[in-house]
């Protein structure tokens, strides 16, 4: 039986989306014209135009609705910045699916508070890139919830080196905090020759392009993050076997919170069988490895 939150036994087909990125709008180089489009043509069903919303930006939330149509969809974002965590830094707080009229800065905002409105406005919330600006459990434990963390950052990866935060998140997880794992661009296309574009997304399950469902569908952890390789089934069957297919990979692991992992490498691998009978731990995840170096990984999944 899968499990509910493991999108592949889920109904509908998958959409491929990017929800971190900025336009001119903020402090991106790309109008948001030209941010659509350059998503739209490179084989992109969905994107969250998320500029930051910042006093010096005006703390405006980007209308993309324009660029809708039946082929194509844009869900209304934002990343927030209220207060500051540990390290003094100001908040990065993604929120996706968010009203045009929500208030993006009230005086006194925390993380915390502003996490609480946007989830109770309906939105997907995740801190943002917590390698690259030394945002710490604690910080994250002021929230009342979240629904994801960023397990990879492009734009983080291109500029420090520091783009991957899944150690972050099994941290998390070993707490007891049941988050989802997103992969995103955060596109400011400020280095064309590094390039901060294409480099993770979301394939979201859902059985239409519409905003809402797509919506529904992550606020439900119906999504498989990544940088290029893709899943096409994950499955268990009955308690202790765990069927993985996807594309060629090299490589193949279940993941959980113990140090080791279960794994099968070789050339083209479409697939993979793991007998789980005697793993110890309370939530696993998949990793597949491409010969490109491409992984795609699905959000923890918790057993029992």
Known sequence: MTPPTLPFAQPGRFYRGNLHGHSTNSDGRWTPAEYIRQYRQN????????????????????????????????????????????????WHLLAVGLPLDFETQREGDSG????????????????????????????????????????????????T????????????????????????????????????????????????????ALLRALKAGHYYSSTGAQIHNVEFQGRDKLLVECSPARQILV??????????????????????????????RVTVRDEAGGRAWTNPVWLG
């Not at 006093?55 to 660029?67: A, K, P, V």
């Not at 996490?115 to 600006?133: D, I, K, L, Q, S």
Request: aromatic share 10%.
């Open 43 to 90: 084989g992109y069903d969905f994107v969250a135009l998320t500029d930051h919303c910042t006093e010096d930006h005006g703390f405006d939330i980007s209308d993309t609705r324009e660029f809708r149509d039946d082929e194509f969809t844009t869900l209304i974002g934002a990343e927030l910045h209220p207060g500051q965590i540990e390290s003094g830094s100001a």
């Open 112 to 159: 915390a508070s502003v996490a609480r409105r946007a989830m109770a406005a309906g939105a997907f919330v995740a801190a943002t890139h917590p390698n690259w600006y030394a945002f710490t459990v604690a910080d994250f434990e002021t929230l009342d919830a979240a629904d994801a963390v960023e397990c990879y950052n492009g734009g983080c990866d291109v500029d």
């Open 161 to 212: 080196d520091r783009g991957y935060s899944w150690h972050f998140i099994d941290m998390l997880l070993h707490r007891g905090h049941r988050v989802g794992a997103i992969a995103v661009d955060d596109v400011h296309a400020g280095d064309e020759s590094l390039g901060d574009f294409m480099r993770g997304w979301v394939y979201v399950k859902t059985e239409s392009l519409e905003p809402e």
């Open 255 to 284: 993941t959980g919170e113990n140090a080791g992992a279960l794994r099968i490498s070789g050339g083209g691998l479409r697939g993979a069988e793991f007998d789980l009978s005697e793993v110890e731990s309370r939530w696993l």
